[in-house]
């Protein structure tokens, strides 16, 4: 088990929300990720030669090419790069969205789209809001995962808000659903269904996806077992071909791969 952590800013803002969810899905035993923002010097100077540009498969971009990994990642861009980004984030960590809205469009139209760099991302999950979000992402076909992420995290603080604004009673009742109906009684608390049906996802695909309860501990499972394999004690965490970054802001990590080659 990760223990929380983050700036004290950041706990007290979303206090409520992480200890009340989780608590209410403590049956799930999920492991928990802090959120952390390291800010650390950029990396030593460049050192690796420049990487050539990769095409494409003929139609495609890169950004295109979406698939599944054997850690349950979702891994965007060139399969062969020879540059492997792997990063490990909750879906409820500000600072998750931060490097989310920072990053986003720069990581995939320069670094994913030159064929020299793939990104994979692996849901970190911290509490119950978080499994449910991240079931959700996942509810459609491996090519929408990363719009439907970056959304999420654009929304993220809503999410939050809509359920406190529920009110003490309506958040109760969700809570004593039963496994099978408690991820869509929250995600209706939440907001969240109405928010993937305006993005493609049915609110019967979601319904379907949230009762799914042998895949959610699954996934929970997953985010534990890689979080004590990896040492992950804060997201977001970056593995930039297997070895892990002690920075996780968009300036660092993209210092990093324009050392490697990327460039």
Same mark, same amino acid.
């Given at each position: 088990?990760?223990?929380?952590?983050?700036?004290?800013?950041? /706990?007290?803002?979303?206090?409520?929300?992480?200890?009340?969810?989780?608590?209410?899905? !403590?049956?799930?035993?999920?492991?928990?990720?802090?959120?952390?923002?390291?800010?650390?010097?950029?990396?030593?100077?460049?050192?690796?030669?420049?990487?050539?540009?990769?095409?494409?498969?003929?139609?495609?971009? $890169?950004?295109?090419?979406?698939?599944?990994?054997?850690?349950? +990642?979702?891994? /965007?861009?060139?399969?062969?790069?020879?540059?492997?980004?792997?990063?490990?984030?909750?879906?409820?960590?500000?600072?998750?969205?931060?490097?989310?809205?920072?990053?986003?469009?720069?990581?995939?139209?320069?670094?994913?789209?030159?064929?020299?760099?793939? &990104?994979?991302?692996?849901? /970190?999950?911290?509490?119950?809001?978080?499994? &449910?979000?991240?079931?959700? @992402?996942?509810?459609?076909?491996?090519?929408? &995962?990363?719009?439907?992420?970056?959304?999420?995290?654009?929304?993220?603080?809503?999410?939050?808000?809509? !359920?406190?604004?529920? +009110?003490?009673?309506?958040?109760?009742?969700?809570?004593?659903?039963?496994?099978?109906?408690?991820?869509?009684?929250?995600?209706?608390?939440?907001?969240?269904?109405?928010?993937?049906?305006?993005?493609?996802?049915?609110?019967?695909?979601?319904?379907?996806?949230?009762?799914?309860?042998?895949?959610?501990?699954?996934?929970?499972?997953?985010? @534990?077992?890689?979080?004590?394999?990896?040492?992950?004690?804060?997201?977001? @965490?970056?593995?930039?071909?297997?070895?892990?970054?002690?920075?996780?802001? $968009?300036?660092?990590?993209?210092?990093?791969?324009?050392?490697?080659?990327?460039?």
């Amino acid at each position: 088990m990760i223990n929380h952590a983050g700036k004290p800013e950041t /706990m007290t803002a979303h206090r409520f929300s992480r200890l009340a969810f989780a608590a209410a899905l !403590a049956p799930l035993v999920l492991g928990l990720a802090a959120c952390n923002n390291k800010g650390e010097d950029a990396p030593a100077g460049l050192s690796g030669q420049p990487i050539a540009k990769i095409a494409p498969p003929a139609g495609k971009a $890169w950004s295109d090419v979406v698939t599944i990994t054997p850690e349950l +990642g979702y891994r /965007m861009g060139n399969p062969e790069a020879p540059i492997k980004v792997v990063e490990y984030a909750s879906l409820t960590c500000p600072h998750c969205a931060e490097f989310s809205h920072e990053a986003t469009a720069e990581l995939r139209d320069q670094f994913v789209a030159s064929g020299r760099v793939s &990104y994979e991302m692996r849901n /970190m999950i911290r509490d119950g809001l978080d499994l &449910y979000l991240t079931q959700l @992402t996942r509810c459609g076909a491996p090519e929408g &995962y990363f719009a439907l992420t970056d959304q999420t995290f654009a929304n993220q603080a809503a999410f939050f808000k809509t !359920a406190q604004d529920a +009110g003490k009673a309506a958040q109760e009742a969700a809570f004593s659903q039963p496994p099978e109906k408690r991820g869509l009684a929250i995600a209706n608390l939440a907001g969240m269904t109405d928010f993937f049906a305006a993005r493609g996802i049915s609110k019967e695909q979601a319904a379907a996806c949230l009762a799914d309860t042998a895949k959610a501990t699954t996934l929970a499972n997953a985010s @534990t077992e890689q979080g004590e394999k990896y040492k992950i004690e804060g997201t977001p @965490t970056f593995i930039i071909n297997g070895a892990k970054l002690d920075a996780n802001t $968009w300036p660092l990590v993209k210092a990093e791969l324009e050392k490697l080659g990327a460039r």
